[in-house]
């Protein structure tokens, strides 16, 4: 079974002139309700892997709305479509997080 490393970069939109703010420009972090370990869990809870016994490695940037949907995840480091289009997926089904600010 292969080992799955996921790596996410957060970011998140301003309401006033819905530009983007990098993650270390906010007061307050976006969350996810149960926590990182909790939506690490999510996100790897569910997914087929494959064969192979190489650790892959994906790292993804992902926005976080104000109502805390997350928006226009992609990735950013790594070439595994095997493994990028189900994360994609579960980022965007993920349920709410509680917008930074």
């Known amino acids: 079974m292969s080992r799955l490393i996921i790596i996410i970069i957060l970011l998140f939109p301003s309401c006033i002139d819905k530009t983007t703010y990098p993650i270390n420009e906010l007061d307050v972090l976006p969350e996810y309700p149960q926590g990182l370990d909790a939506f690490y869990k999510y996100l ?7 064969d192979n016994l190489e650790p892959v490695e994906l790292v993804f940037r992902l926005e976080i709305d104000l109502e805390g ?33």
Do not use: A, C, M, T
């Open 44 to 50: 790897k809870n569910g997914l087929i892997l494959s």
């Open 69 to 101: 949907n997350v928006r226009n995840p992609r990735v950013i480091k790594g070439n595994f479509p095997f493994y990028e289009e189900q994360i994609v997926k579960k980022l965007i089904d993920s349920e709410k997080w509680i917008p930074g600010r």
